[in-house]
């Protein structure tokens, strides 16, 4: 669940849930895109869904970011355009 709080001076998101309910996963993915790194591992392979080449994430603000990682290395888009190419 996703509860939001605004006061004059801020606003604040707080997730909460049970074990296992990808609140983790949904602040990773964050972090991820916002800094094409993962807080937990520096092993690419480990963020990629086992049987599967590649792993994506997608944040949609006033802009479209999005972040493709593969074995290959780890591709940034911005309003579908390729920004960077971190290998």
């Known amino acids: ?4 709080l605004q006061t004059d001076r801020c606003h604040i998101n707080i997730f909460y849930g049970n074990n296992a309910q990808g609140k983790t996963n949904l602040l990773e993915s964050i972090y991820l895109a916002s800094t094409t790194k993962s807080h937990r591992t520096t092993e690419i392979d480990s963020l990629i869904k086992e049987g599967k ?4 994430c997608t944040i949609t603000t006033d802009k479209k970011y999005k972040i493709i990682i ?3 290395g780890k591709t940034l888009f911005v309003n579908n355009k390729q920004y960077i190419n971190c290998l």
């Open 1 to 4: 669940r996703a509860e939001s």
């Open 53 to 56: 080449e590649y792993a994506s």
């Open 70 to 72: 593969s074995n290959k």
